[in-house]
Every structure is written in C-alpha cells, then in structure tokens.
C-alpha cells in the first residue's frame, strides 16, 4: 500500500515491493538452461537461436494457446495486457505450466501518456520501467536498421541512380521511436547538390516499420535475411519494384537485427516466465508478438498466453487469418476481454469519454453496450474458436453491473464468462477465468481462418468488411482499384489481407460506437508488405506518427540520485 | 594468419580466434566485484553508480595517467588507438596495473567505410562487432534523448508556445546515428496545423550531439540532470535563452540517460580491462572518453592509458584545456602517435593521399614531413608534460626511414621515442614505448593549462590558434564579434573554449599540410554548450552529419546463418 495515501499502490511501488529471481531460475523449471540464455543483468535475458532450433526441435509438445483479445477499445484501457499476464499466472495455480507472450512497448508513446504497458497492479511483468524504456534494445536495433535503408536508398538515388529510382515513388520513409508529429511530413536533401536530391519524405514510429512486422515473423536469421531482402522500398520510373536487396542493403540490416531476433523472457511479479518481444503496428502490420517467441514458449509450456492488439476486429483477426497461417498455428481457446465501464462507454455512444459518468452505476447504459460484446463474441466463434468472457473488473463496477455481463454471456449468448480480479489479486484473481478457459480448451474446437489466401484480393477484403466489420460491402477509392490490379498482375495476390481500419469502432468512422449497420468500408490503398508477406489495405488515414499532448507524461518525469524513478507511471 | 591467402590475418579473425574470459573474472584482480557490475552477456558489462561512488571515495591511488594523441591525421589512419590498447598491454607485460580508457565508436559510420573503431591486429578491444554495433546501446539512449528535446521543444511551439520561442532560433536539431547527408538541411512540420509550425531544421550524428559531452564530464546521476537542465535550445524573441529546464524535459531525459551514464567496461584480446565509453566530437566537442570512465579507472590501477580525438591540436589540446581542468586531472607524460607514411604525407604536401607512394621508400619526403610531428611536440611541451613520440609501425615501412625518425627526435628534439609493434606482437610490441613513458612519468613535470578561464574569450581564442595552430593572429566575421559580446553580457565567458576547426590542418585550411604559416585563423560563430560548460568556437563549416560513400561498407557486409558476420572489417 501506498505510504502517503492509504490507497492502492501504484505499479511502481509494487514493482518495487517484489523481490525478483535472477530470470535463469525463473525459466530453469520450464527447460530454458543459464547457457541458453544472453543475460542482460539479473532480470532479462535473451534466448540464443541454436537453444532454440534445439527446443523447437526437440519438442513433441502440443500445448494449449489461449488468445487474449478485447471488446472494441475505449480511451480508458480495458485492461487487455493486464488480463494476460494475470491469466499466465492463474494458470500457474492450478497447476498448468503456463508461459507468457506480449509485445514489447515503444519507447516513443510512453512520454506521450501516463501508463506503462507491461501490465499493471500485481500482474505486470518486470523490470516495468527497464521493459517501457530501452528494454533490451530491440526497438533501438530496429529503427538504426529502418533507417539504414533509407540511408542506402537516398545514398544509391545521389551516387548515380543506376537503379533509376524515382523520387517521387519510394515508399520507404524513415522511422523514429518517438512521438514527434513535425517529423510526419518533411522535405529532405535541402541544401545544394552535395546532400543529394531533395525530395519529400516522413518519418514513421519504429513500430509501424515493415521490419518490425518482418522481425515478428522470421523463424531464423535466414529466414529475416530473406523476407528483409524481398521488402519493397521503391519503384523505379518503369513502375517495377526495387527491393532491399536491389539497394544492397540486406547483408547489413540483418546484421543490426541480429540480436533483435532473439526473444526477450523476464518474469511477472509471480515469478511467471513472459516473453516480451516484437510489437507491431495491430494496423498496418499484425499486432501480435513475435512467431518466434510462440514458437519456444509453446515447446516449453503446457499452456501458452498470448495477446493480440486492439479489438478483436483488427488483432484476433489478424492473428487467426494471417499469423496462425504463416506460424502454422491454432488457438484452443479465446478470452474476450470486456469491461463493465468499456461496456456503458458503447452504450452511451460516448465521445469524447466523460470518466465519470463511466464509473457511475447505469446498467441500463450497460446493457445497451452489449451489441459491441455481442458482435465480438459472434466474430470469433464464425474461427470455430471456443469463447470465454473475461470481466475485467474495476473497483467502481458494482457487483449487479458485473452480474448482469455474466447473465448476459451465459443466458443470451451462450458463452462462458468470469469475473478477473487480476489486478488487485494476481493470479488468484484470474483462477476462475483460467478454469473456464480450461474447459474451453478441452472442448472440441474446429478452428479455420475465415478466407482462402488463394481468393482474389478484393473477396478477401470483402469477406473481412461483412463478416467481421458488419459492412454492407465495399468501394474502392483513390488508387485502390489501380493498386488491386497491379498485384494481381504481379502475381502478388495469394498472400492475406492487412485491413488498415481506426480501431475505435467496427467501421471506419472512429466516431460510431456500438455495432454499426448500413454501412460501407471505404478503401483508399492497396500496397504490399512483401518481407512480411501480407497486402495492406488502407482504409481512410492512419496515423503511423503519433504527436504528445498539450501535457506530456515526460514533463512530470524525474529521477533522484539513487536512480529512483517518478512520473513514468 | 589467415588460412585463405596465407597473409596476415584480419581483425575479425584474430578476434574470432581469441577465448575471451568472463568480463567479471577480467576485472576481478583490479577490484571490481561481480555485484560492481550490470552484466551484458558475458563480455559486457556496465559499472553500477554506487560501485564508483565507493571506489572513487575510498581509492588514495594517485595513478598515473598516459594521454595518448597524435600528428595530424591523414586518411589511411595512424594507429592512435591500436597504441592505446597495445600500450595498456604492454604496461601490464612490464608489471604495472594498467587500465584503458577510449570513447566507444558511433553505428553510423561503420557503414560507411570498412574498419572499426575498437583498435585492431592483436591489439584490440573484444567483443569487437558488438562494440562497433549496438554494444551496450549507450548511443541510441543518446540519440533517444537528444530526440526527446527535440520532440518537447516543438511541441511546446505548437501547444501554446507559452515561452515565446522563436522558431527561426532554434539551437537544437535532431540526431540520428547514421550517416544520412540527406538529413543535414530539412524542413518539418508540414502537413497544416495539425502537425504544428513549420521551420527549418536538420540532424547531426548523434555523437555530435551536446548531450554526448554532457554524458562525458558528468560525475553522478545529479550532475547529469543539473547539467542537461542548463543545456540552451533555443532563444525567445526577446533573446533570452530557452533551456531544457524550461521545457519540462529534464527529467524525463536524464531517465533515458541513466543506464549510458555507467561507463562499459570490455577486455582487450590480451584480457586487459578496457573502459569503452562515450565518444563526444573532437571539433565542436572536447573529444574524449567520459570523465566517469577515467574516474574510476585511475582509482582501480596504477597506470591509465587514455587517447585524445584526432592530432594534438584538438583532441590533446581540449584534453588539457578543458577536460583536465573540469576533472582535476593531469596528464603524467604523453605519447604522440606518428607514422612512417603520415610524415611523408606532410612532406609531399599530399591532398588526396597517394598509397602507393605513401609505402615506397622516401627518407626526403619523411623529412621534409618533420615540420609536422616537431609543432605537435613543441605544442605539447607547452603544457609543461614528457612527451614521447611512438612510431607505429607498417609493415612497408623500411628500417632506414623508421631510424630516422627516432634519430630526428631523440637527437633534434630532444625526446625519447620508440619505435611500436602493438598491431603484429600485441603488448609485446610496446614493451619499449611503455618503459619509455615509464621513465617519462618519472621525470618531474610542471602541468599547466595554457590559458586562465578567467580570461576574455578573444584571448583564450587567441593562445590557442597562435600558441597552438600557429596563426598569426585572429580574425572575427559573421556573428562571431556579436556572439562574443553578448556571452560576456551573459557573464558565460569565465569558461574554456573549445574550438571547432579543420582536423586535416593545423590550419583553418585542410589543404594545408606540414606546419602552416603566415595565415590567420577566421572565427565565424560562438556559442555556447552550457550543459558541457563550454564555448563552440567555429572556425569555417563543421560537418555534423557524413555521408556515405559512392561504395558503402554496408554494401558488402552479410552474416550467413550461424551469425558469422563477413565485411564488417
């Protein structure tokens, strides 16, 4: 407890209350030896890739996968991360060895807004402040290997162009782990001949680098050598693609993320083993971390966690038609995270959120949130996937609020649910959710993606829009008609589709709440990732540079002279 | 020896062929407890603050301190730090406790030409690619950091701007660690209101940035923080200075700096422990490693060895100048690194060099070079230390041609000098160098700087370019009379400068070569570094950000997927 205000400690003083293990005990149980592992002081480690080809080969292991994924997300965070370190726990309680997998923080938002996302209350994963500031370097490492290549493509259109690149057609901006909006247009080259040729250019957040995504889908060096060598930078004035390896850059970009590659494991405040590693764009990349941190956690574990990013319209989406395909993998259970405050923010249509009205009991409001719930809950099952409703339950959610979400899943909609405590309690808090998930598991599931990758790519997109956005159909703007039949000529056209889609809500307006109908999806781009191996699809804008508000967390920040930290949560 | 081609082998090879021990055995004999350090991996590791807080505190050594510098450099490289490494080897081979204190290299230029920056043949600094990658990732905190200003200072203009800052007087660019010229000149902003005011802007490399000779004269955590506070970003319109104090950012940048402040401590392939950290310009910066590295290194031996950026006109004149007086430190003797080729790139008044003529035989045109060498030791003379020149070495180099250099100083100048063999025989090789030095640190000395700080700035610019450069005098032009008047005004002129001239001259022209005369330095712009605690004198353009080469290193770098690493040396 907190020692100035009675109240409940923030994440810091319980990080700071739990004394930790030296992370090569934490993972010895699980199989992981101290020579398998890269120290990065006492608490972080790396897993060397031969320890891993030995694992991953070694292992008969069939363990269970449990996805965590959320309602459509509100302002106010419903607690999606929480729940997964918490459930990771609650596994370990009743008996299961059960291992963790998140994405691991940018270093940019966290100076934007206060909040860590590695967890929080007594399930987070620690060291917290280490994991949301430079961590192991892996973002660090991406954006020097981002920008290496733009270094190496305006270097090349300078020295003599041989590629005939065209400047106004490269598609390769820079990357920045930084909230720093002014950088979002720019023009470059500036200042006569000896700088090379001016042109306008941005930069991006390091996580919505197609590296980053590249990074969280290679199973090995070469593997990450040959998807970086196949990303597409540029045009040249013919309109054919030049490529990584056109520019002569792959050699070196894999070195910069060679280390990168190798998955990060600490522990949670319970002394769980998480994996904490790679965190892409759930946007214009797939959200979920990486293949290969899933790949040894699940031939270590009885039970492996994981989460996708956003709602389940865009990150459980992506991860059933896009990553389970690639990592030839299938969850044997789905926990939906919702919240009794998330659940009146739908009902009242509420925008901007007004908190307090959100932590006032109104079942009435809440009940004309389910059509949110309800929509997600029917989205996931049309995967053949097994549901179980998680309440994340906040200390302002009254116990007939939180009774009539239970109600509602079992009575109306047939799926199991249970209050999580996990915040406040750890893993105890989640026992009841993971024995239901459990159950869940052991039920017969019947898992499919929901598209042929070989369909054209306009019935791939079609199929998301109707079947999991509620659409009526689709139209085509901008370049995307043009975009679709160049791809289709390229014979890039077999790969899934990445919907680029506001994650505020199921339709492209972030302003609609609820489960919007009449509607139709508008897509404005379509553009390959082709070392990730998937099409983007854009629909409206997307914001890959975020700006820090008018009171940035980083101005209440500060450190004393014995290290310690204020203001970063 | 190389197995393919029977020659020497390359750095890369000896490296590989090299049983390095743990990093915690390595510095164990010297006093450095496993519990002293942050392991990274097991060649890694950083010096916890509170370990160089009691050995700071409870050392009575008076160690020796061995400053190594050089002539005026060429492009072929003269071995200043391959001399430094080799000499702290030899120290050890002849029964002294000697330690090794260099700056840790920038990413970005190893892109662009082939060759490290950690020493090399059999005195080098291990593990060598990690060192010349990401190493210990004090760098990307720096570029991290730098960028966060940047961030909060443009968006405090677009918020409010509540502090009046005039966007045409921003002192703050961005940094990047890589060599992307395209970056020198921008524009941002762009994009409408949303993304704030437009203005011109440009990157420096991030070892150029303020923040890296903040890190390297900050003694604690405290010092850190009340020094980045004081850093000058930008200038209201009124003129008055605008700090990062005044922005809110202090606190949050002095976190992203916690970890980089601890100095890295790595072996060489000898297992003499070296102290790799920090690496601030040697132009608008003092260019050394981080006084925090020599602390606590001289407080752990009897003899350190350190080395000073580019010739002794900059990096051994700042080194006395400034970074003495701000760490109450002397230098008990100096060696001056020379070379067979570098004297006769002086005496041919070469401009571009010439290889091939540079490795054939030309005792004339290495005389004609002595002009050089002899200003370099009359400069350092005038410090009141022993100098003794070390010849290093190359295998073209003919007996005859090193003879006399040796006979030149020891019989014209009247210092010692030996010839050195660090990079074929490792420590073994400069056995001689360091008995030499050893009977120079005998020798009394009489240090001094060689100005008062109290000094008007135009005096302190003039001892420096007459007593050091050998200009005839001192000429101001754009606003460097301005600027001059308005930090007396300021009362920010009672502190060393630190000029920012030409490395390839001992003149402001880098055509020049030998010993410059009858020219006038021409001083364009002063500024401050109120966080490092000194003035910028600028002497004609400073190239804050390079470029790469029409044929990158990169291009020819590949790690194949054991990850061994080829064409990174």
């Known amino acids: 407890m907190s020692p100035d205000d009675g109240g409940f400690p923030t994440d810091y003083e ?29 608490e972080k480690a790396k897993v060397k890739l031969d320890a891993i080809e030995r694992i ?75 994991i949301n500031l430079h961590f192991t370097g892996d973002l660090h490492a991406l954006t020097s290997a981002h920008n290496l290549i733009s270094t190496m493509l305006d270097n090349h259109i300078k020295q003599h162009n041989e590629l005939d690149i065209a400047v106004n057609w490269v598609n390769w901006p820079r990357a920045i782990d930084m909230n720093d909006r002014v950088l979002r247009e720019i023009v470059i080259g500036l200042g006569g001949d000896v700088t090379g040729v001016p042109r306008e250019d941005g930069f991006i957040l390091t996580a919505a680098s197609e590296l980053m995504a590249v990074l969280c889908l290679a199973d090995s060096i070469q593997d990450l050598k040959e998807r970086i060598g196949r990303i597409i930078v540029a045009y040249d004035r013919d309109g054919d693609v030049v490529t990584v390896d056109d520019i002569d850059a792959t050699g070196a970009v894999t070195i910069l993320l060679k280390d990168a590659l190798k998955p990060n494991v600490v522990q949670t405040i319970e002394g769980t083993p998480a994996f904490v590693h790679g965190g892409p764009f759930a946007n214009i990349a797939h959200g979920t971390n990486s293949l290969i941190a899933d790949d040894v956690a699940s031939s270590l574990a009885d039970v492996l966690v994981t989460e996708a990013g956003f709602g389940s319209d865009l990150g459980a989406e992506k991860f059933m038609n896009i990553v389970c395909r690639f990592g030839d993998m299938e969850p044997d259970a789905v926990t ?52 179980v409703v998680a309440i994340n339950r906040f200390p302002e959610d009254s116990d007939e609020e939180v009774q009539t979400v239970i109600d509602h899943c079992e009575d109306e909609l047939g799926v199991a649910a249970a209050e999580s405590n996990v915040f406040s309690d750890g893993g105890e808090g989640g026992v009841e959710l993971a024995e239901k998930l459990t159950d ?47 791809l289709t000529d390229l014979d890039f056209d077999d790969v899934p589709v990445c919907m ?64 310690n930290i204020s203001g970063l949560f």
């Open 14 to 42: 319980i990080a700071q209350s739990v004394q930790t293990e030296h992370i090569a005990d934490v993972v010895e149980p699980f199989g992981l030896a101290r020579d398998d592992l890269e120290l990065h002081g006492e």
């Open 56 to 130: 991953t080969e070694e292992s008969d292991a069939d363990s269970d996968l449990v996805l965590v994924t959320g309602m459509t997300p509100t302002p106010l965070g419903e607690g999606k991360t929480v729940t997964t370190v918490g459930l990771g726990q609650a596994f370990n309680r009743i008996g299961q060895d059960a291992l963790i997998a998140i994405r691991e923080p940018s270093l940019g938002p966290v100076f934007g807004v206060k909040g860590g996302a590695a967890g929080g209350g007594y399930s987070q994963v620690l060291p917290m402040e280490d």
């Open 336 to 387: 939906l995270v919702a919240s009794v405050r998330a659940l009146k923010y739908h009902g009242y249509d509420m925008w901007p959120p007004d908190v307090d009205e959100l932590e006032s009991e109104n079942v009435e409001a809440l009940e004309r949130g389910f059509e949110n719930l309800d929509r997600h809950v029917s989205n996931l099952r049309k995967f053949g996937v097994e549901v």
């Open 440 to 486: 869940a598991i052991e039920a017969d599931s019947d898992f499919a993606p929901l598209y042929d990758v070989d369909a054209s790519i306009k019935e791939k997109i079609e199929t998301v829009a109707t079947e999991i956005y509620g659409a009526e159909g689709v139209e085509y703007h901008g370049s995307a008609e043009d975009d679709i039949e160049r």
């Open 500 to 563: 680029s889609k506001t994650f505020h809500s199921f339709s492209d307006d972030a302003s609609k709440k609820g489960a919007p109908e009449g509607w139709t999806l508008e897509v404005t781009e379509v553009y390959p990732s082709a070392g990730a191996g998937f099409l983007v699809v854009l629909t409206g804008d997307v914001l890959t540079l975020p700006g820090l508000p008018e009171e940035p967390a980083a101005a209440g920040m500060d450190i004393d002279a014995d290290e």
